[in-house]
């Protein structure tokens, strides 16, 4: 049980860094300019401007992630990692490797992607009504 915990920090502390990466190529490719007026100064000013900067260039995506391993890391603290949140089973390390962020079990998964789906195609098919409700107040 250590060792699977040990083995998972180590896991997300590697997919947080990695993140982090992407961000910083992110942010660098969006600023680098060609020309040498790009100097380092820039960079050595406030470094809160700099991380807010940072924080708007990251991708919805990107933020969720890193969301999502602080999340998981918290949890790895509280000793409550690996533990489905609906019954409370072990989730097996094979399945936490490969979903670091899972919070359930497979078959509870199972259950909510189902609920989720259906609840998806619910808002879709009331997103589309309220589209073409309001198109056609405005023609
Ligand atoms: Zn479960």
Same mark, same amino acid.
């Given at each position: @049980?250590? /060792?699977?915990?040990?083995?998972?920090?180590?896991?997300?502390?590697? @997919?947080?860094?990695?993140?982090?990466? /992407?961000?910083?190529?992110?942010?660098?490719?969006?600023?680098?300019?060609? +020309?040498?007026?790009?100097?380092?100064? %820039?960079?050595?000013?406030?470094? =809160?401007?700099?991380?807010?900067?940072?924080?708007? $260039?990251?991708?919805?995506?990107?933020?969720?992630?890193?969301? =999502?391993?602080?999340?998981?890391?918290?949890? $790895?603290?509280?000793? /409550?990692?690996?533990?489905?949140?609906?019954?409370?089973?072990?989730?097996?390390?094979?399945?936490?490797?490969? @979903?670091?962020?899972?919070?359930?079990?497979?078959?509870?998964?199972?259950?909510? /992607?189902?609920?989720?789906?259906?609840?998806?195609?619910?808002?879709?098919?009331?997103?589309?009504?309220? %589209?073409?409700? +309001?198109?056609?107040?405005?023609?």
């Amino acid at each position: @049980m250590v /060792e699977k915990i040990e083995e998972m920090r180590a896991i997300l502390l590697k @997919m947080k860094k990695d993140a982090l990466e /992407e961000i910083g190529k992110a942010v660098k490719s969006g600023t680098d300019k060609p +020309s040498d007026e790009t100097s380092g100064d %820039i960079y050595d000013q406030a470094s =809160n401007e700099r991380d807010r900067e940072l924080l708007l $260039l990251l991708g919805d995506r990107e933020r969720e992630k890193i969301r =999502n391993i602080d999340e998981a890391l918290a949890r $790895l603290e509280e000793g /409550e990692y690996g533990i489905c949140e609906d019954c409370e089973e072990e989730i097996p390390l094979g399945r936490l490797k490969a @979903m670091p962020f899972a919070r359930l079990c497979v078959k509870c998964k199972a259950d909510l /992607e189902k609920l989720q789906a259906q609840t998806k195609r619910f808002e879709e098919e009331r997103a589309y009504r309220d %589209i073409a409700i +309001s198109e056609e107040e405005e023609s």
